[in-house]
């Protein structure tokens, strides 16, 4: 069934392109699906093709070369789309890292499974650049905020479900664990927040705040609730700051009581979550033996020991052992909790270098663009998203799962929604003051047939 589906999806892909090159599918629902794809995905595994696959026999973050339908979609889209030269630095950072992980899989045991987690980040690459170059459109910009919106709305009644149907404390949505779900919130829930909280009025801005915060407490993740509260608070003062009003003071009373509104169901959680699971107390660290265990590779092995190969050094090279982390199959095949040293581990200090630069590009640019307020409502938007994947990388110091499929497709689509809305507001500010409203407004006309782009 799964060959049939892909060969479906092969021969739809050449009339697909042909009708995005012509400009009908642009800018309208195709985006909202788009947006709402990374949320779908993971609860339909119907849709994933494995080409080469070792499953358990591997212990790494990727264990084969896989093609979703979300894939084959994106990859239709890129072909439909004109395709100028990209023109912003960032793509020279993400070239960096790809050739990072490249050159990573030189240095592994088995390149191959090296070979899966580049193929893993090409896939996601392709997703962000075909978002940041549709998304310079402002409508197309709106519906994936309107898909990823649909998403948050989906995970809380998927999460209410599994809690208060099921009997699940840590629920996870339609993602494999309830962290993921939590970290992914970040980049969906507080660009709507901060269009809540420069004016915006649809049910977008209105449910997904309350949805999201409530789907935070049903995961009932501690490093999810913490980040998503200081997220939200962030948000709050930032905003503030940049164009104090009544409204704003309203919304933060109203916010407040909400919040509080939520503490018992918090609370409820966490009690039922150490019933099950009681926090002990013993002398071993889980976490810092696996930080020492990366950090010895690190040390040892300035170029990395290849990408996707962690656990498979730490474990059959005596790092693990010599870190302290206990000799059983659940601890030694686990990967350190902490997205940079996973990455520094297995692609060295360039590959450590090139990620951070990953996260670190796109974040800055959300505040030196987004911050003027000339920006406009554009600007709170980019101040949403870059208090959402400033939290995703404060909460990556804990977690390695912003390195997981389904997390970097959210990514992705966050970055490519940073790039082109931030192309929008720097051609917004080099348009001339005495032109009208509407000229220089950033909605395309009718009868244009590509975009420009925006990385």
């Not at 970097?408 to 507001?425: D, N, S």
């Amino acid at each position: 069934m799964k060959e049939l589906i892909l060969a479906t999806g092969l021969g739809m892909m050449v009339p697909f392109a042909v009708w995005v090159r012509g400009g009908a599918v642009l800018g309208k629902r195709l985006w909202i699906l788009m947006g709402l794809l990374p949320f779908l995905q993971p609860g339909l595994p119907q849709l994933d093709f494995a080409v080469l696959s070792w499953g358990a026999d591997w212990p790494g973050l990727v264990s084969g070369i896989e093609v979703s339908a979300f894939d084959l979609l994106g990859l239709a889209i890129y072909v439909g789309l004109a395709r100028p030269p990209l023109r912003s630095s960032f793509s020279i950072i993400l070239a960096l890292y790809l050739v990072a992980v490249l050159l990573s899989i030189g240095q592994a045991a088995e390149p191959t499974a090296a070979f899966f987690y580049f193929w893993q980040i090409c896939r996601a690459a392709l997703l962000l650049i075909v978002v940041a170059r549709a998304s310079t459109d402002p409508k197309v910009a709106g519906n994936l905020l309107t898909g990823m919106a649909l998403g948050v709305v989906l995970e809380c009644a998927i999460t209410a479900y599994q809690r208060f149907g099921l009997g699940i404390v840590q629920t996870s949505g339609t993602f494999a664990h309830q962290n993921t779900l939590g970290l992914v919130l970040h980049l969906a829930v507080l660009p709507q927040v901060a269009l809540l909280l420069a004016g915006r009025r649809s049910w977008a801005t209105i449910l997904v705040p309350l949805t999201g915060m409530a789907t935070v407490v049903l995961t009932t993740s501690r490093a999810a609730l913490l980040y998503a509260a200081l997220g939200l608070v962030l948000i709050y003062v930032l905003s503030s700051l940049r164009h104090l009003t009544l409204r704003k003071g309203l919304l933060g009373i109203a916010g407040s009581c909400v919040a509080l509104s939520f503490a018992p169901l918090a609370v409820t959680s966490f009690e039922k979550r150490f019933e099950r699971d009681p926090l002990r107390e013993e002398e071993y660290d889980e976490r810092a033996a696996f930080e020492r265990a990366a950090t010895a590779i690190l040390l040892g092995n300035p170029l990395g020991v290849g990408a996707n190969h962690y656990v498979y050094v730490a474990k059959n090279f005596g790092y693990s052992e010599r870190a302290g982390v206990i000799a059983n199959e659940g601890n030694r095949n686990n990967l350190v909790h902490n997205a940079y040293l996973l990455a520094a581990s297995e692609t060295g200090w360039f590959g450590l270098v090139a990620f951070v630069l990953l996260l670190g590009y796109p974040l800055v640019t959300t505040f030196r663009i987004g911050w003027p307020s000339r920006a406009g409502p554009e600007g709170d938007l980019l101040i949403g998203l870059g208090v959402g994947l400033l939290m995703v990388c404060l909460h990556s110091t804990l977690e390695y799962i912003l390195l997981l499929r389904d997390s970097l497709y959210l990514l992705a689509v966050a970055i490519g929604l940073i790039l082109g809305v931030t192309y929008q507001v720097q051609v917004r500010a080099h348009m001339p003051a005495s032109m009208p409203a509407s000229m220089r407004s950033l909605s395309p006309r009718p009868e244009r047939k590509a975009l420009r782009p925006a990385t």
